[in-house]
């Protein structure tokens, strides 16, 4: 019985040109992550125009420790995927899973029937160490991606409370808009009304001066006109004392007569 597993496969990025194939190879099995199948180097140029190359690390194997246990968890916990690997005290790559299908990465699940039992039980313990090592990694992206799924769900739960908060208050300050709106708009109408009736009294109040004006100019005329007529009274009375002042100068009852004018003319 056999079955095919897909073998994870690490990508340096950047590696020195002098850092050969056995050099990267030696490295990862020294450093006991596991025993490397292929390398593929891609050729790459700085800024400046200085070479490099960017690496895909093939396994055939890897081993299950403690080592390769912080390097899965500390790729699947960073934001870009990357860790750091110290081949050496003071040397590292920069390396992450390398995401895109290889046909090299694929392997059969079996083991050689000719081999000794012993040997059939050496290699089925590499192959599930092997296995177990990128089953950890897988379990770690699995949990990450929960873990970031949750994230996403509570963000999008505590923003849509968020927007249920501001609309209810965006609902309320409308409310109160039209509150006020109408308040005002009533006001408007009271005052509109008042402003016709204080017209109206304006209008009503012009036509009584007007009346009163035009009473007054007739007072006016007609107190000129007694003032005239008692003016011309006067003037006949006057005349007529004199005319009778004049008559009486030389009429016998003079002094009866002025007599009766000093007691009621005068």
């Not at 890897?62 to 912080?70: I, P, S």
């Not at 509570?154 to 923003?159: A, F, I, L, P, R």
């Not at 007739?218 to 009274?233: A, D, P, T």
């Amino acid at each position: 019985m056999s079955s095919t597993f897909t073998n994870v496969a690490l990508f340096i990025k950047r590696a020195e040109e002098h850092q050969t194939k056995e050099f990267i190879i030696e490295a990862f099995s020294s450093n006991n992550i596991g025993m490397v199948k292929d390398v593929k180097f891609i050729k790459k140029n700085t800024n400046f125009g200085r070479s490099y190359n960017g690496v895909i690390v093939i396994f055939e194997r890897w081993n299950m420790n403690r080592l390769v246990q912080t390097l899965f968890s500390e790729m699947s916990a960073s934001p870009d995927g990357t860790t750091r690997f110290y081949f050496d005290h003071y040397f590292y790559w920069i390396i992450n899973v390398h995401q895109q299908k290889l046909i090299e990465c694929e392997q059969i699940t079996t083991v050689d029937s000719s081999l000794s039992d012993k040997d059939k039980i050496s290699k089925l313990e590499e192959l599930v160490k092997s296995m177990s090592a990128q089953i950890f990694y897988m379990q770690n992206r699995q949990e990450k991606a929960e873990r970031t799924m949750m994230d996403t769900n509570c963000k999008e739960t505590y923003h849509h409370l968020v927007n249920i908060e501001l609309r209810c208050q965006l609902d309320e300050k409308d409310r109160d808009k039209k509150w006020s709106e109408d308040e005002l708009n009533e006001k408007i109408v009271r005052l509109r009304e008042e402003n016709d009736m204080l017209r109206c009294r304006l209008a009503l109040n012009a036509i009584d001066l007007v009346k009163k004006e035009t009473q007054c100019v007739n007072i006016q005329q007609e107190l000129r006109e007694k003032s005239c007529i008692l003016s011309y009274v006067e003037n006949q009375a006057q005349e007529m004392k004199l005319m009778l002042k004049s008559v009486l100068d030389t009429d016998p009852v003079k002094l009866v007569i002025n007599a009766y004018i000093k007691e009621y003319m005068y």
